[in-house]
């Protein structure tokens, strides 16, 4: 017997022509008894070569019957006795390679998968991938390869364990824990898993990487769009009352600043261009003002977030447009802001106030949560009043009331 192709092999069952018929006998085999002992094997739907081929096999004529069936036993002592191969198994995988038993195979893969999540100690992701879909993302993020899938587990678990991170660079985080700093930069397969874990357990998550990361103390692009406010009082942070501040992520979360603001209402714009015009006109007699600068970045929501648990108590005006809406229900909602003055009837009084300083308004409606009037009164005038054109307005109502109003 040989472990090699025998050329009368190769004539008997090889060839491009007979390759249909041999993925049809190792399927019998690959889904037949594990230990690979078939009885027999019934073949339908010969073509003529392929009777041929079998009726060799069973030592007859070929004839023209459209099924065949083999004894396997006897076929294997025939191929044995005539040293081709030691059986019609054997036969077919030194023609076409090792089969797997797919029955075998799939218990072991399964039994591959469950030791994956056996190995898990981090409590946060066990319950994360205790979800069956959540468990689908770790298999597509490791290929479907369950020792790929362990090692990006294991490696999340150390990220978690290292959190909250108190202001420490993704960078360096990655590189000490990972060997790589860019081992947790948007899309590799253990970013994608810890980030998920961290939204799995956090009821505001924002989505952005920057801001779930900011959450944890895990600093990204930390110099970027820094916070900007005015004549917040605090102290452990250099400020000159009546100019406009800035604070960066890196500063917020390395170094919290003692804001002293609790019980004081501090009003939170959106726009950079409202707190110039407010430091000039009312310099040290302004009240606390935050900008959001937009949509919030992560300095923004990091400086909302501790100004909240000082004890602020905010109050909201923003850009009279769809995004503009958007913003102030975002703020309001997570915290826990006042709209001030910033209602439809403040809305049509700016439009017949100063017409020329409005512009049409595009895009989809957004409904104002604090007030649905508001959404269809700028839906009826289609116009938009960003926030610097009520200047003026702001200005008159800060030296006549207070905040509280």
């Not at 893969?109 to 992701?125: E, G, N």
């Not at 809406?325 to 802001?337: C, D, E, L, R």
Request: charged content about 20%; overall charge neutral.
């Amino acid at each position: 017997m040989t472990s090699t192709k025998d050329e009368r092999l190769v004539r008997l069952l090889g060839g491009a022509e007979l390759s249909d018929l041999r993925a049809r006998l190792r399927r019998r085999y690959e889904l037949g008894p594990a230990d690979g002992k078939l009885p027999s094997i019934q073949v339908s739907k010969l073509n003529q070569t392929e009777r041929a081929a079998l009726a060799s096999l069973v030592g007859r004529k070929g004839g023209v019957a459209a099924s065949i069936t083999i004894d396997v036993s006897a076929v294997d002592r025939a191929l044995s006795d005539a040293g081709i191969a030691p059986s019609l198994r054997t036969a077919l995988e030194l023609l076409d390679g090792p089969m797997v038993h797919r029955e075998t195979e799939l218990s072991r893969i399964r039994d591959s998968w469950t030791s994956v999540l056996a190995r898990c100690t981090h409590a946060d992701l066990i319950v994360y991938l205790s979800s069956p879909a959540n468990f689908g993302v770790l298999k597509r993020l490791s290929g479907n390869q369950p020792d790929s899938a362990s090692l990006i587990c294991r490696q999340a678990e150390d990220i978690l364990r290292r959190l909250p991170a108190a202001g420490t660079p993704r960078a360096q985080i990655a590189a000490e824990l990972l060997g790589d700093a860019h081992g947790l930069d948007s899309a590799r397969p253990v970013a994608t898993l810890t980030l998920a874990v961290l939204r799995s357990r956090s009821s505001n998550d924002t989505g952005d990487d920057r801001d779930t990361w900011a959450a944890v103390g895990i600093l990204v692009n930390e110099l970027a769009r820094p916070a900007l406010f005015l004549n917040v009082p605090c102290s452990g942070l250099a400020v000159s009352l009546g100019e406009p501040q800035y604070a960066s992520l890196r500063l917020l979360a390395r170094r919290p600043p003692d804001w002293a603001v609790a019980g004081r209402p501090v009003l939170v714009c959106e726009n950079p261009n409202l707190v110039a015009i407010l430091a000039d006109r009312l310099g040290t007699a302004c009240p606390p003002v935050v900008c959001v600068d937009g949509h919030l970045g992560a300095a923004q929501r990091i400086i909302l977030k501790q100004l909240k648990a000082s004890g602020a108590k905010f109050r909201y005006h923003g850009d009279y447009d769809w995004p503009g809406i958007a913003i102030a229900n975002n703020v309001i909602a997570k915290y826990n802001a006042m709209p001030w003055h910033f209602s439809a009837a403040d809305y049509v009084a700016a439009v017949e106030s100063a017409p020329e300083l409005v512009a049409p308004l595009s895009g989809r409606p957004v409904i104002a949560s604090w007030d649905a009037d508001l959404t269809a009164a700028m839906t009826k005038a289609g116009t938009k009043v960003e926030e610097e054109a009520v200047a003026e307005r702001i200005i008159d109502l800060l030296g006549k009331e207070s905040l509280y109003a």
